[in-house]
């Protein structure tokens, strides 16, 4: 069992910055790919960025590609996301998102690939 928590979220200005942390506790952290999905009011759950067990390969949904960035700490349990030149359409509660079984890991991009979810921050950029 792996659980999640967010924090990092707020109210931003367009153009701003936010930076998201996901703390992990469980099973092995390091074991597991991570991810950040997204969900805004009244749409589905979508993919926002992932990244493997070790942090060497990273993916980004086009939408933010060029602005977020997802980083991890395997020695600390965390994981980031620092999300620049912020929209209003990136309004929406973000989720942390772990992959895996504690034994074998994937890089989550699908909402079926995840194992375990976190319970969300709210993210709102004004324009």
């Known amino acids: 069992q792996v659980h999640l928590v967010e924090s990092g979220g707020g109210l931003v200005q367009a153009g701003g910055s936010l930076r998201l942390h996901c703390a992990a506790s469980g099973r092995s952290f390091g074991n597991f790919g991570m991810g950040w999905f997204r969900q805004a009011l009244g749409k589905e759950r979508d993919f926002v960025a992932a990244?493997?067990?070790?942090?060497?390969?990273?993916f980004y949904a086009d939408s933010v590609k060029g602005r977020f960035t997802i980083s991890r700490d395997n020695a600390k349990n965390t994981v980031d996301l620092q999300m620049n030149s912020l929209k209003p359409e990136d309004t929406a509660v973000y989720y942390c998102?772990?992959?895996?079984?504690?034994?074998?890991?994937?890089?989550?991009?699908?909402?079926?690939?995840?194992?375990?979810w976190g319970q969300g921050t709210q993210v709102t950029v004004s324009s």
């Open positions: 990244i493997n067990w070790n942090g060497g390969n990273t």
């Open positions: 998102a772990a992959a895996g079984t504690g034994r074998y890991s994937w890089t989550p991009r699908t909402n079926s690939q995840v194992d375990y």
